[in-house]
């Protein structure tokens, strides 16, 4: 760990303070040029006492913002010293996390996984018709059924195909038969440039693609292509529950990561993380920004610098250990939760290192899915799966009412069959 620690509230306070300090101050300094201040007075009162001790709230006040990517080039002055938190954070997570050498990445904290996952598949587009002279109808995405519908949402935006690859339905691992044969027909028509999208935990299974079945099959068909993973999911379980994974930095096939902070992390809504490797993001460049000082690289504009500050703030009150400590706990819940089910022989799926547990639909009636706010994989008659994703609010004692109430259901099912 070269730049994650944990560290006590009262330094924390100081270091905002000090960002804070270094950023345009709207109650004292003239400032005339710009379309921002601090939030409205009558509505957020900046002399407010509690703030003092908030530093998260007192950023929010204060109203940073943070438009545009600050690991590249210039940036606006005015708020450098809030920046500076926001290349901490991803030094923590590209570096510290992820594997990447120090100052070989570029990234942003973006409004989430969507935007982060656009951000991805925009600039690899682009990457491919400016440096190898692609035609964007040779440009094609693919991953697998279950991959997040920002996917799908990226393709129709971008204007590319999207490839979908079908898993087996109870480990839901790709099915490496099924992508070889959807390569080779999609190189019949004409596609040579591949934009990947692996998974860190599906949205719905919390499983985890392994990169290697791509880079294979692409690498013995001789194609072009560009690897990002999809962790908005898992970026904050995977690598600390399993030690050993290679999906990182350290492999030279992968270019990008998104994460959200706003899902395991429990950061405000607004947080998620894009991270790609240096030399890449200058793709998305739009050179028309002309009053936004430093390049504009990222998919949105204007975003609030609060949102790096609270990332910032959760990474640094944890630090890497007591963050770990966290997961061991879901993990253990997770862990419970498997054996219950497998002691009344209902079938689920799980990924060993994720805190989440996907229970096939024949065993869950409507009542239990209403009482437990258990989520469909579709909202039809088609659905065949539940999922129970196990947070930090979701303790042994919920878990121990639903095993009791679906042990209920399960006997009178047993009933109703032998009468
Ligand atoms: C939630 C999620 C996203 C999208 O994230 P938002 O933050 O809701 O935009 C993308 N990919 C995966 C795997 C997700 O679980």
Not at 49 to 63: E, G, H, R, S
Not at 295 to 323: E, H, K, Q
Not at 340 to 349: D, S
Request: charged letters at 25%; one cysteine or more; glycine letters at 4%.
């Amino acid at each position: 760990m070269q730049f994650w620690k944990k560290i006590t509230p009262k330094e924390r306070q100081i270091r905002i303070q000090k960002a804070l300090s270094e950023n345009v101050n709207f109650s004292y300094d003239t400032s005339l040029g710009y379309p921002a201040s601090k939030l409205d007075g009558k509505v957020f009162n900046d002399e407010a006492p509690f703030l003092k001790d908030a530093p998260i709230l007192q950023t929010y006040v204060a109203n940073p913002n943070h438009i545009g990517c600050h690991t590249f080039g210039d940036s606006e002055k005015a708020f450098r010293g809030t920046q500076e938190i926001e290349r901490e954070v991803l030094n923590v997570l590209a570096v510290d996390v992820f594997k990447a050498e120090p100052n070989s990445f570029d990234g942003y904290i973006a409004t989430g996984g969507t935007e982060a996952n656009i951000q991805a598949i925009w600039m690899y587009r682009n990457y491919f018709v400016n440096k190898l002279n692609a035609k964007p109808t040779e440009i094609v995405i693919i991953a697998s059924e279950d991959t997040h519908y920002s996917i799908p949402k990226a393709a129709n935006l971008l204007m590319l195909d999207w490839l979908k690859i079908p898993v087996d339905f109870e480990t839901r691992n790709i099915d490496a038969f099924s992508l070889e044969n959807i390569i080779i027909n999609a190189k019949k028509r004409e596609k040579k440039y591949f934009i990947v999208v692996s998974n860190m935990g599906t949205t719905m299974f919390g499983a985890v693609d392994n990169p290697e079945d791509y880079i294979q099959i692409l690498e013995k068909h001789d194609l072009k292509y560009k690897l990002h993973i999809d962790a908005a999911y898992g970026g904050f379980v995977y690598p600390f529950s399993n030690k050993a994974s290679a999906i990182n930095f350290e492999n030279q096939k992968i270019s990008s990561i998104t994460i959200d902070a706003h899902k395991m992390l429990q950061a405000p809504y607004g947080t998620g993380v894009f991270i790609c490797r240096e030399g890449l993001i200058e793709n998305v460049l739009t050179k028309e920004a002309e009053y936004v000082e430093g390049m504009d690289l990222t998919l949105c504009g204007s975003r609030s610098g609060a949102n790096a500050v609270a990332v910032w703030m959760i990474l640094f009150t944890y630090g890497p250990f007591g963050w770990c400590e966290k997961i061991r706990i879901l993990q253990m819940r997770t862990e419970w939760l498997c054996e219950q089910l497998e002691a009344l022989n209902v079938n689920y799926f799980r990924e060993p290192f994720m805190n989440i547990v996907t229970i096939e639909a024949q065993n869950i009636n409507q009542e239990l899915v209403k009482k437990f706010d258990l989520v469909p994989q579709k909202h039809d008659e088609n659905n065949q799966w539940y999922k129970i994703v196990i947070m930090d609010h979701v303790e042994i004692d919920h878990l121990m009412t639903f095993i009791t109430d679906l042990k209920a259901t399960i006997q009178k099912n047993i009933e109703t069959i032998k009468v």
